[in-house]
């Protein structure tokens, strides 16, 4: 089975510019998570998406937003980048149903803001 | 507010000898708790979980505790293998929707 892949794997881009990531999660997922790693700050829960739907949202602005479609697979947008917004995004996939825990994650797409 | 911390950044072992990864929570709401291992250029992997019914669960060199009273858990890598080096995250859930991640620690195994 292949693993959950990410697109790009890095992308520069400069302050005030928007992006959009790709994850498509592991053949079966319907759960889609993401996450923003900056060093010292561990994995910060951006928002999970189940059949199309968000499920969950992060402590993130507005500004990051996400969507996923039919097939799973999700996407997340980033407008008005900030350099802040430089760190490594992960997304992750499940089955999405409750008590299944474990998640399987993607290798990251790692932003450079400039 | 983080829910979840590892107030430790890194952590050095001799190769052969006991790595005891640490990890607390404030969220008494949280049942179910993970490790997973992240190298370099890769996204992280699962390692082991526990639920909150229990106290303890191990798989081979790998064994995790819970003390829910301490709201705290602890990774134990026995023997540890230079291969261990890695970065570990402690993350907790409540329904598996939503997975709360600490900061990590970096660990490093010497041979």
């Known amino acids: 089975k292949a693993g959950v892949t990410q697109t790009p794997r890095y992308l520069i881009k400069t302050r005030g510019q928007q992006v959009t990531l790709s994850c498509s999660p592991i053949s079966g997922h319907r759960s889609v998570s993401w996450y923003q790693q900056t060093p010292g700050q561990g994995l910060q829960f951006l928002f999970e998406?189940?059949?199309?739907?968000?499920?969950n949202k992060g402590n993130f602005p507005g500004r990051f937003s996400g969507r996923q479609f039919s097939n799973s697979r999700s996407e997340m947008n980033v407008s008005t980048l900030e350099l802040g917004d430089s760190a490594l995004y992960l997304c992750?996939?499940?089955?999405?149903?409750?008590?299944?825990?474990?998640?399987?994650f993607g290798p990251g797409t790692r932003l450079t803001v400039l | 507010d983080q829910q979840v911390k590892q107030n430790s950044p890194s952590l050095s072992v001799q190769e052969g000898r006991i790595s005891i990864l640490n990890c607390d929570y404030t969220?008494?709401?949280?049942?179910?708790f993970l490790w997973y291992k992240k190298y370099p250029a890769e996204g992280p992997t699962f390692l082991i979980s526990i639920s909150s019914i229990k106290d303890k669960n191990e798989d081979g060199r790998f064994t995790v505790f819970l003390n829910k009273s301490a709201k705290h858990l602890s990774l134990h890598i026995v023997p540890s293998q230079p291969g261990d080096s890695a970065v570990y995250f402690c993350?907790?859930?409540?329904?598996?929707?939503?997975?709360?991640f600490g900061a990590g620690t970096r660990l490093f195994v010497k041979a």
């Open positions: 969220n008494s709401m949280f049942d179910y």
């Open positions: 992750a996939s499940n089955s999405g149903q409750p008590s299944y825990n474990e998640q399987f």
């Open positions: 993350a907790a859930n409540t329904g598996g929707f939503k997975t709360i």
């Open positions: 998406y189940f059949s199309e739907t968000q499920r």
